[in-house]
Nanobody
Framework: QVQLVESGGGLVQPGGSLRLSCIAS????????MAWYRQAPGKQRELVAK???????NYADSMKGRFTISRDNANNTVYLQMNSLQFEDTAVYYC????????????WGRGTQVTVSS
């Protein structure tokens, strides 16, 4: 079965950086748009950043300039570099894969916790 496994979360001070990774298995990775979502306590899950199969990126407004999404098709991995982290970035971050043509092929990882605290 398809697996998306996130890693790289943790505790960081305000202004710090983290890099999240998501390794996908049992999919043809290059055919999928990959995205990071996050969900803070008591809030709805929201899109953080997305990268299409062709490499086009887009970001939620509050992440522009601070976060960078990238992908390594050779290693079935998508990354999220997060800089200048703020208290409000505290959330569980989830990896998502959606097939570029077959939207029902839509998979989620279990998430990784990011906590920004002094």
């Amino acid at each position: 079965q398809v697996q998306l496994v996130e890693s790289g979360g943790g505790l960081v001070q305000p202004g710090g950086s983290l890099r999240l990774s998501c390794i996908a298995s049992r999919i043809i990775f290059s055919l999928y748009s990959m995205a990071w979502y996050r969900q803070a306590p008591g809030k709805q899950r929201e899109l953080v950043a997305k990268i299409t199969s062709g490499g086009t990126t887009n970001y939620a407004d509050s992440m522009k300039g601070r976060f960078t999404i990238s992908r390594d098709n050779a290693n079935n991995t998508v990354y999220l570099q997060m800089n200048s982290l703020q208290f409000e970035d505290t959330a569980v971050y989830y990896c998502n894969a959606v097939h570029a043509r077959i939207q029902t092929f839509n998979y989620w990882g279990r998430g990784t916790q990011v906590t920004v605290s002094s």
